[in-house]
């Protein structure tokens, strides 16, 4: 049973515009979450991250949001470039990942 | 050179073969993983090791075991293979200190025939 969920397999965007990606939990013990990204035969890299006592971290472009009492994060790139083109992985600090959405940003 | 190296990158193999993964860092993190990504699964933790001493099975570890020979070093084995741990396996570290990300190595595509 799969306690980091990202229902969205997909998702494609022009470029410039905001990409949103989502993730949904189900133990509200999870008290801190990361958001990987992946470029093909290349292993995760680290993009940014949020502790449970906040509802938002900015870096850049990215923002990740969490709201604790509806069990949902996500990430907002803005503005979306095509170099953003990967699959984006939510992950809790208890080793456990989300099954990943692909972004495709289109020039 | 990269931080987190997987040997081999790619490998074939036929069912009942042994086979080993191996994963070496250079970062001098404590802490080494073993993950499974299969399509529509994400990645799932099979092995992690917080310390030499330390190995603890994760939520996918049967038909696997591991080896941590030294802080670098972090190998995974299949036993017995069988086609249905044909994935592409990531190696990863971290810090031991609280809530740090993990550093993953590129992976090592495994088929199994």
């Known amino acids: 049973d799969q306690q980091v969920k990202q229902n969205s397999p997909s998702l494609s965007v022009q470029e410039g515009r905001i990409s949103i990606l989502n993730c949904d939990y189900t133990n509200s013990m999870f008290d801190y979450f990361l958001w990987y990204k992946k470029y093909p035969a290349e292993g995760p890299t680290f993009l940014i991250s949020i502790s449970s006592i906040k509802d938002k971290n900015e870096d850049g472009r990215f923002t990740v949001f969490l709201n604790k009492s509806a069990k949902h994060l996500s990430l907002h790139i803005v503005p979306s470039q095509p170099g953003d083109s990967a699959v984006y992985f939510c992950a809790t600090n208890d080793m456990r990942f989300g099954a990943g959405t692909r972004l495709t940003v289109k020039p | 050179d990269a931080d987190v190296t997987q040997t081999p990158r790619n490998r074939i193999t036929k069912t009942g073969k042994r086979i080993m993964l191996e994963c070496s860092q250079t970062?001098?993190?404590?802490?080494m993983y073993w993950y499974r990504q299969d399509p529509g699964l994400g990645l799932r933790l099979i092995y992690y090791s917080f310390d030499v001493k330390d190995i603890n099975k994760g939520e996918i570890s049967d038909g696997y075991s591991v080896s941590r020979q030294a802080q670098a070093k972090f190998s995974l084995s299949l036993e017995s293979a069988i086609p249905n741990q044909t994935a592409l396996y990531f190696c990863a570290t971290s810090d031991r200190s609280f809530n740090q990300p993990q550093h993953f190595g590129d992976g090592t595509r495994l088929s199994i025939l």
């Open positions: 970062k001098g993190h404590d802490r």
